[in-house]
């Protein structure tokens, strides 16, 4: 499955009116790769975590999102229903301002804000159409949740509780925090994602998770 964030600036499509999109989704709150510990070896807890975090297919979530991208800035509200191999994602601001809807699912993704509508067979090409860049975009489904893409190559960086706090991978750096248990699983409320190519930045704050019924309530 392949996902994508394009995040309206409340303006017409076809100005700056899509600002960046995802991430593929901070600021300066998120440490400097040169502040992370040295990259520490797999333990057996995150070995469990990341195996039970692949098999999480199906998921909510809502919160904000402050995306950054050349000296620009919106924070939009998103809700995001994914589905094993489909997705649909709700942005908007206050008083609804800017609804913007995007549904994908394998070969095919769209986007609705107002009378506007667009499609691409992938989240990467409409990016790409849209606002003349490419970005990893389908890597988002996995950051998300605080999992490096599986089978590509990550490094790893542990709290002292062998939790994993950040990872580095495809020339990003991906920071998570404030994690709460769900069942047998530790989700983030707060994702931040930079790149170290350019200056594409994305921040999820205040996410809350609802899960199938036996993966438990957060605490």
């Known amino acids: 499955?392949?996902?994508?964030?394009?995040?309206?600036?409340?303006?017409?499509?076809?100005?700056?009116?899509?600002?960046?999109?995802?991430?593929?989704?901070?600021?300066?709150?998120?440490?400097?790769?040169?502040?992370?510990?040295?990259?520490?070896?797999?333990?057996?807890?995150?070995?469990?975590?990341?195996?039970?975090?692949?098999?999480?297919?199906?998921?909510?979530l809502r919160g904000r999102v402050n995306v950054r991208y050349n000296n620009e800035s919106q924070t939009p509200r998103i809700q995001w229903q994914h589905n094993s191999r489909a997705y649909q994602i709700r942005l908007w601001g206050t008083f609804n301002a800017g609804n913007t809807l995007i549904r994908g699912e394998p070969g095919r993704v769209s986007l609705d804000q107002g009378d506007e509508h667009f499609s691409a067979s992938s989240?990467?090409?409409?990016?790409?159409?849209?606002l003349g860049y490419e970005l990893p975009v389908s890597y988002l489904e996995f950051w998300i949740k605080g999992l490096p893409v599986p089978d590509r190559p990550a490094a790893l960086f542990f709290n002292e509780l062998n939790q994993l706090k950040a990872f580095k991978q495809a020339e990003w750096?991906?920071?998570?925090?404030?994690?709460?248990?769900?069942?047998?699983?530790?989700?983030?409320?707060?994702?931040?994602?930079?790149?170290?190519?350019?200056?594409?930045?994305?921040?999820?704050?205040?996410?809350?998770?609802?899960?199938p019924e036996n993966r438990g309530s957060a605490h």
């Open 123 to 130: 989240p990467e090409e409409l990016i790409l159409q849209q």
């Open 1 to 60: 499955m392949v996902l994508c964030f394009i995040f309206p600036s409340y303006a017409p499509v076809g100005t700056a009116a899509l600002r960046l999109a995802s991430l593929c989704l901070l600021t300066a709150a998120l440490p400097a790769c040169s502040s992370l510990a040295p990259p520490a070896s797999e333990n057996s807890n995150w070995a469990l975590q990341s195996q039970q975090l692949e098999k999480l297919t199906h998921w909510q």
């Open 173 to 211: 750096t991906v920071s998570l925090s404030d994690l709460r248990d769900y069942g047998d699983l530790a989700l983030p409320r707060r994702v931040d994602i930079m790149s170290s190519e350019n200056d594409a930045q994305l921040r999820f704050i205040g996410l809350r998770w609802t899960l």
